[in-house]
């Protein structure tokens, strides 16, 4: 996948050494200078770059353990899969490390930011994250999820907790926006929207949906030029035709919204971001619904010319910015996926206010940090061992923007495209993990490397692949096999493997690929591919 984070500014400048201006004297220099501000007088003058990052964290939550999903509680009956405080931070560390990704170590100006826990703790909210700041400004979050633990901590929403790290750790600056539920605390979702900041924010409105997390509009300012943008989280189930009724309802409310907006102004710059779980050709990788609440409630468009051509189009998806190849933010069952989008308005395309930096969008995939080593998919969060580690089973996807400063002769002006984004691909099978394609130096010696290994060294290795040669337990209906006097599950998705490993015995050898990780609680080897078995 795309590894295009490190960004610089693009904005236009001049350097007369670089034009040979020094080399020019009296009146022949004075000409030319003159003549070359009124050149520039006639372009539209760029001004300030920012980046927008979405990014499903896959449940950052607090330390409290009273949390709606089992594996967070404080009565987890796995100690060594618990999530703890020491946990807690291990997840704030690393969305910190992909946030210092972008923008060459100084983090990305807005994040869409998706399951972040929503509280179910209400005496202990912040209601003023400044003040938050200041009274915790003595200690670090280290400090706070560590030796100076206590209660009240532990109650700490999420979101505080990250906050408090970006800021010990020189990302600071951000302000925060989360809604807050009206309904009761057993109606509420498990997860929320959160969105982080640089940029001033003008005002904040929150949409309810059906089933699925509050929809987060927010108003900015640029350089005193109006951005809105909007995070958003769907319901579940982006293949599952019995789901996507819900996210139609989802979209619906977005699109009323987003119709208000563009009525008042059809210029107006609005971004739209999140995990919407549907993929960006939604209709065309399931035939089978008849309305899809991306691409037909919504009206989601990946033909880059017709947003400024047509009149009828007024989003544009940007996954079309990259090769079919390369479109995937997320793995499921050997399938790369787009749940993770960032869509934009006309508005975004002239020369008044902000503008979206053609071509600019990319998928946070770093190999070695939170992509894997021997496919490249999402190195997703574990509990196992006493820091746990890992990252999402997201990638982030982002892109640039800036400030432009309309030239005032009344023209319409929009921007040229270069390789314009065009529908033609939009059918196109989502691009395959080829599991089959194993180089041999991708995969490991189990008995030799896993044996001896602490908790936390056999976590670092989960999603790497080793070779297993050993005897198959049969139990509960299950297999497993020992590996250095730990008992690791065998399985996989695919039926042909199933099969296989259901007809076998207690006691049988067994020869195969399996890719190390964990699954509630239970340590595993994954076989992702009926190649891999060798019985």
């Known amino acids: 996948m795309s590894t295009n984070i490190s960004f610089f500014n693009t904005s236009r400048s001049?350097?007369?050494?670089?034009?040979?201006?020094?080399?020019?004297?009296?009146?022949g220099k004075c000409l030319i200078m003159m003549a070359l501000g009124l050149l520039l007088c006639g372009f539209n003058a760029f001004g300030r770059e920012f980046s927008l990052l979405v990014y499903n964290v896959e449940n950052l939550f607090d330390a409290d353990g009273i949390a709606r999903f089992d594996q967070y509680k404080e009565d987890q009956k796995e100690v060594e899969f618990r999530y703890t405080p020491r946990k807690v931070l291990t997840k704030i560390r690393n969305i910190h490390q992909i946030l210092s990704q972008v923008n060459d170590g100084a983090g990305p100006e807005v994040v869409l930011f998706q399951e972040i826990e929503l509280d179910r703790s209400p005496e202990s909210m912040v209601a003023d994250y400044g003040e938050f700041l200041k009274e915790f400004a003595d200690s670090t979050v280290e400090d706070m999820l560590g030796a100076n633990f206590n209660e009240a901590i532990a109650g700490l929403p999420a979101e505080a907790l990250l906050l408090?790290?970006?800021?010990?750790?020189?990302?600071?600056?951000?302000?925060?926006?989360k809604p807050e539920p009206s309904?009761?605390?057993e109606e509420r979702t498990a997860q929320n929207n959160v969105v982080f900041s640089k940029l001033?924010?003008?005002y904040a409105k929150f949409h309810p949906l059906e089933r699925a997390r509050d929809i987060i509009e927010v108003g900015l300012s640029v350089e005193g030029h109006p951005l809105i943008i909007f995070g958003n989280h769907w319901k579940s189930g982006a293949s599952n035709p019995e789901t996507?009724?819900?996210?139609?309802?989802n979209a619906g409310v977005l699109r009323k919204r987003l119709d208000v907006l563009l009525a008042e102004n059809p210029s107006a710059d609005i971004v739209l971001g999140g995990d919407f779980n549907s993929y960006y050709n939604q209709k065309a990788r399931n035939p089978e619904m008849k309305q899809t609440?991306?691409?037909d409630v919504l009206r989601s468009r990946e033909d880059e010319k017709a947003l400024i051509e047509d009149d009828e189009v007024d989003l544009y998806n940007l996954w079309l910015e990259l090769p079919a190849e390369k479109r995937g933010s997320e793995v499921y069952r050997g399938l790369w996926g787009t749940l993770m989008q960032v869509l934009v308005t006309p508005g975004l395309y002239d020369f008044n206010g902000v503008q979206y930096v053609d071509n600019s969008f990319f998928v946070l995939s770093v190999p070695g940090l939170n992509a894997g080593?021997?496919?490249?998919?999402p190195r997703r969060w574990y509990f196992y061992g006493p820091e746990g580690g890992g990252f999402s089973d997201h990638f982030p996807v982002g892109a640039r923007f800036r400030t432009v400063e309309k030239k005032d002769d009344g023209a319409d002006r929009f921007l040229t495209l270069d390789n314009p984004g065009k529908p033609d691909g939009i059918t196109d099978?989502?691009?395959k993990v080829d599991y089959g394609d194993l180089p041999e130096s991708a995969v490991r010696n189990a008995e030799e490397e896993l044996t001896g290994l602490s908790k936390a060294e056999l976590g670092e290795r989960f999603g790497r692949v080793f070779r297993v040669d050993a005897e198959l337990t049969v139990a509960q209906g299950k297999a497993w096999v020992e590996i250095g006097g730990r008992y690791f599950a065998v399985g996989s998705f695919s039926n042909e493997v199933r099969t296989a490993l259901g007809a076998m015995k207690n006691g049988d050898i067994v020869h195969f690929l399996g890719e190390l990780g964990e699954y509630q609680g239970k340590l595993n080897f994954l076989l992702r591919d009926e190649s891999w078995l060798k019985n």
């Open 183 to 185: 309904v009761p605390l």
């Open 429 to 431: 099978l989502p691009p």
């Open 244 to 249: 996507e009724p819900l996210r139609i309802q």
């Open 14 to 27: 001049i350097d007369p050494s670089a034009a040979g201006f020094l080399k020019l004297r009296g009146l």
């Open 293 to 295: 609440a991306l691409n």
């Open 373 to 377: 080593e021997a496919f490249g998919s």
């Open 200 to 202: 001033p924010i003008q």
């Open 164 to 177: 408090k790290y970006l800021e010990d750790n020189r990302l600071g600056g951000y302000e925060v926006i």
